[in-house]
T-cell receptor, first 112, second 110 residues
Framework: DADVTQTPRNRITKTGKRIMLECSQT?????MYWYRQDPGLGLRLIYY???????NKGEISDGYSVSRQAQAKFSLSLESAIPNQTALYFC???????????FGSGTRLTVV | RKEVEQDPGPFNVPEGATVAFNCTYS??????FFWYRQDCRKEPKLLMS???SGNEDGRFTAQLNRASQYISLLIRDSKLSDSATYLC???????????FGQGTTLQVKP
């Protein structure tokens, strides 16, 4: 099994719908992150959490919300999806500050 | 100005060639530096950390020049399997989080 699992892998949804992307990890890391990736823009941070009671906005949090249900689970929600939220979404974890990140396989989201 | 800048390429090289990628970062207080590799439609994976003294891992050599705020990755004896996008990554001294460059695409041809 993968260390960081994202579901679903692919999703097509309609404008205005609420959608949740899920992330779970078996690495025992405290720190979890949600990024989106768009062509030519690279990875941009949406939200991050350093432990279960800690939630922080990243550089592009508008239109998104998150929930850290447990150390191992970090969900990203789009309350009312819009077409410019079409992107590849990655969840990542890290052990502590000076460590690299481990990424999930990504969720390809299309909003039509 | 982007916090981490890379030439997006693509770099097209023949097998066996040596290729170098460069990256600049804007925050002189940045602490940690990495190169990640990303295959098409896949997740980024850590290739190597970059240390001030320079470090090597097989065919890959990473260098850091703090004075010029410049990071490089050298790949020797390129293989077809090296074809990927290489992401330059810097840890922000302000937030402690990783900042990703947009990536440099390498295509190694037979």
């Amino acid at each position: 099994d993968a260390d960081v699992t994202q579901t679903p892998r692919n999703r097509i949804t309609k404008t205005g719908k609420r959608i949740m992307l899920e992330c779970s990890q078996t690495k025992g890391h405290d720190r979890m992150y949600w990024y989106r990736q768009d062509p030519g823009l690279g990875l941009r941070l949406i939200y991050y959490s350093f432990d279960v009671k800690d939630i922080n906005k990243g550089e592009i949090s508008d239109g998104y919300s998150v929930s850290r249900q447990a150390q191992a689970k970090f969900s990203l929600s789009l309350e009312s999806a819009i077409p410019n939220q079409t992107a590849l979404y990655f969840c990542a974890t890290s052990a502590r500050e000076n460590y690299g990140y481990t990424f999930g396989s990504g969720t390809r989201l299309t909003v039509v | 100005r982007k916090e981490v800048e890379q030439d997006p390429g693509p770099f097209n090289v023949p097998e066996g060639a040596t290729v170098a990628f460069n990256c600049t970062y804007s925050n002189s207080a940045s602490q940690s530096f990495f190169w990640y590799r990303q295959d098409c439609r896949k997740e980024p994976k850590l290739l190597m950390s970059v240390y001030s003294s320079g470090n090597e891992d097989g065919r890959f050599t990473a260098q850091l020049n703090r004075a010029s705020q410049y990071i490089s990755l050298l790949i020797r004896d390129s293989k077809l399997s090296d074809s990927a996008t290489y992401l330059c990554v810097v840890r922000s001294s302000n937030t402690g989080k990783l900042i990703f460059g947009q990536g440099t695409t390498l295509q190694v041809k037979p």
